[in-house]
C-alpha cells in the first residue's frame, strides 16, 4: 500500500533556491525550513551584517550595501539583482522591510522569480486599511466603527470624532507596527493629533493619508493565523492574544488566547477565513481582531506575511508554517482541511530585546559578551546571536524569541518562568528581568488582562527584582569573597551523597538562597 498522496514529496520542484530578503533571527528561521527542504538558501547582507549568524548559515551570501536600510535591505534592485545572478528560483521576505511591499512583488514577477507570499494587488488591498475595511464589510467581517473614507482636513476630523464620540483613534492607511497612530480623547486634541499621524505615516509609508475609528476600550488583540493555496482552499490555525503591547509593541504572546470561549472562537476562525478568501489570499497570513470586554469581535487589519510570533501557533498546531509558505509558492494545494486542525496544549513567546526597561527601553546595541541559553523539554529559541557578536544600532533590537510549549497554561508558564531564569546575556542591557516580571503579575497568571495590562502595571513591571535574584547574586558574590579570604583552607569536599561540592556554593546553600 502507498503514502497517502499528502505524505508524498513533491520531488519535481519549481523552487530549488530561496534568496531570503531579510536579516536576523527571522531569515535563519526560515533558512533552517529550507535546509530540511533541502532547499539552497542566499543570504543578503549589510555591511554591519557581515558577521551575523544568516550570512554564516546560508549556503551563499553577498553584501548589498552599507547598513542604512534603504541602501541595503530596502533596496529592491540590489536584491534582484543578487537574485538574478546566483539564479535564486524565489524570494523569501521574512516580516519587516519588504515583505509588504507590493512594487517589490511586481518586480520579483517580473523578473520571474517567485515571490513567496500574496499578490501584489492582496498586498495593495490589504495594506490600505481603509480598503479593507471596505472589503471586510462586504464580506460580512465586523469592523469598527469609523470613516470608509480618507480624512481631507483636520476640521473634517474634528466634525467626525464628535460624531463617534470619543475616545477615537487616528489611524494611517497604510500603517503597522504602531506607526501613524494617536488615541483622540477630546476636541483639543484633534489637530495636533491629524498633524502628528499624518507627519509620521509620511516619513514612514510614503503616503499621509489617514482615518478614524472608534477606540474599542478595555480591547483583547487577538489574531488568527491564516493560510491559502492558489486555488481557493484557505484554513486558519487558530488564535493568539498579542494583548501584552507597550506603544501598540508587542512583547509576550501566547496561544489558545486565555480570553476566548470556544463558541467565540469558533466564530472569529470562521470569520477569518471568510476575510482571506475575500481578497483571493494565498500563503501565511493573519487576521488580526479586537474583541471588547463583552467578547464582541472587530476586524483590525490584515497582516499579508509572516508574523514575529508565528512559532506559538507552530507550537500548538505542529505545523511548520514556513514550510508551508514554500509548498503554496511552489504551486502545491493544502495539505489539511479545516476539519484536521485543532490546537494541542499551550505555547507562549517572549521577543528577547537589547533595551534598557528602565530608561524608556531605550534600544542598547553592544557586544554579547557571555550567551547562557536555556533548553529543556518544550523550549524553542529562534535567535541569531552568540558570543562576542555585536548588536548594531541601525535595526530592530530584538535578539530573539523565546518560546516554550507545555500541556497546559499554567505549565507553559512555569516553564516560561524556568527559561528566563536561566537566559544570561552579558556585555548590554536586556528586558529579560521585565519579561520575568510579566510571568509573576497576578492579572497575566490569570489570564485576565488586555491591551492596556502594561501600562496599567507598569509601576511594578518596571521595579527592578528585589527578591530572589538579587539575593542570590548577592550571596553568590559575599561566598565567593569567602572563598578567596580562606583560599588555603579551600580543599574539595565531599557530601553524604558523595558529590563534590565547592566551599562557596556550600556557604551559599547553608544561606538558603542557591537553587540546587
Not at 474634528?158 to 494617536?182: D, N, T
Not at 504551486?331 to 526597561?357: M, N, S, V, Y
Request: with cysteine; net charge negative; hydrophobic share 40%.
Amino acid at each position: 500500500m502507498g503514502w497517502p498522496d499528502k505524505y508524498v514529496v513533491n520531488i519535481i520542484r519549481m523552487i530549488r533556491k530561496v534568496l531570503v530578503a531579510n536579516r536576523g533571527e527571522i531569515a535563519v528561521r526560515v533558512m533552517r525550513s529550507c535546509r530540511e527542504m533541502g532547499l539552497r538558501t542566499v543570504a543578503v547582507f549589510s555591511e554591519v551584517d557581515r558577521t551575523s549568524r544568516h550570512v554564516m548559515y546560508a549556503d551563499e551570501a553577498y553584501c548589498i550595501g552599507p547598513a542604512e536600510s534603504h541602501e541595503s535591505y530596502l533596496n529592491i534592485e540590489k536584491i534582484i539583482a543578487v537574485a538574478k545572478h546566483c539564479k535564486a528560483d524565489a524570494i523569501h521576505p521574512g516580516y519587516g522591510f519588504l515583505s509588504e511591499n507590493a512594487d517589490f512583488v511586481r518586480r520579483c514577477d517580473a523578473e520571474g522569480i517567485i515571490f513567496i507570499g500574496p499578490t501584489a494587488e492582496t498586498m495593495e488591498e490589504m495594506g490600505d486599511k481603509i480598503a479593507a475595511r471596505k472589503r471586510m464589510m462586504a464580506a460580512g467581517v465586523p469592523v469598527v466603527p469609523g470613516t470608509t473614507e480618507p480624512l481631507g482636513s483636520a476640521d473634517e476630523a474634528l466634525r467626525i470624532c464628535r460624531e463617534i464620540g470619543y475616545p477615537v483613534m487616528l489611524k494611517a492607511s497604510m500603517g503597522g507596527g504602531g506607526k501613524g497612530m494617536r488615541l483622540i480623547h477630546s476636541d483639543d486634541e484633534v489637530k495636533e493629533a491629524y498633524d502628528a499621524a499624518r507627519s509620521e505615516s509620511l516619513s514612514s509609508f510614503g503616503d499621509d493619508t489617514v482615518y478614524l475609528e472608534k477606540f474599542v476600550e478595555e480591547p483583547h488583540h487577538i489574531e488568527f493565523q491564516v493560510l491559502g493555496d492558489s486555488y481557493g482552499n484557505v484554513v486558519h490555525l487558530f488564535d493568539r492574544e498579542c494583548s501584552v503591547q507597550r506603544r501598540n509593541q508587542k512583547i509576550v504572546e501566547e496561544s489558545p488566547s486565555p480570553f476566548l470561549t470556544p463558541e467565540l472562537r469558533r466564530e472569529m476562525g470562521a470569520k477569518a477565513v471568510a476575510a482571506a478568501k475575500a481578497v483571493g489570499y494565498r500563503g501565511d497570513g493573519t487576521i488580526e481582531f479586537l474583541v471588547d470586554k463583552y467578547r464582541h469581535f472587530y476586524f483590525l487589519e490584515m497582516n499579508t506575511r509572516l508574523q514575529v510570533e508565528h512559532p506559538i501557533t507552530e507550537e500548538v498546531m505542529g505545523v511548520d508554517l514556513v514550510k508551508e509558505q514554500l509548498r503554496v509558492a511552489d504551486g502545491e494545494k493544502l495539505r489539511f482541511r479545516q476539519d484536521e486542525l485543532f490546537q494541542r496544549g499551550h505555547a507562549i513567546e517572549c521577543r528577547i530585546c537589547a533595551e534598557d526597561t528602565e530608561n524608556g527601553f531605550m534600544p542598547c546595541p553592544g557586544v554579547i559578551r557571555q550567551l547562557t541559553e536555556p533548553n529543556g523539554i518544550g523550549v524553542r529559541i529562534d535567535s541569531y546571536v552568540y558570543e562576542g557578536y555585536e548588536i548594531p544600532l541601525y535595526y530592530d533590537p530584538m535578539i530573539g524569541k523565546l518560546i516554550v510549549w507545555a500541556v497546559t497554561r499554567q505549565y507553559a508558564i512555569e516553564r516560561m518562568r524556568r527559561v528566563l531564569y536561566e537566559f544570561k546575556i552579558t556585555g548590554l542591557k536586556t528586558n529579560i528581568s521585565y519579561l520575568r516580571r510579566i510571568m509573576y503579575a497576578p492579572a497575566f497568571v490569570k489570564g485576565e488582562y488586555d491591551t492596556s495590562f502594561l501600562e496599567k502595571y507598569s509601576r511594578s513591571l518596571q521595579r527592578p527584582n528585589g527578591g530572589n535574584e538579587e539575593i542570590e547574586n548577592m550571596a553568590m558574590v559575599a561566598a565567593y569573597v569567602d572563598y578567596l579570604f580562606n583560599l588555603d583552607e579551600n580543599t574539595p569536599v565531599r557530601t553524604v551523597d558523595s558529590r563534590p561540592i565547592s566551599r562557596w556554593r556550600e556557604f551559599g546553600l547553608q544561606k538558603g538562597v542557591l537553587r540546587i
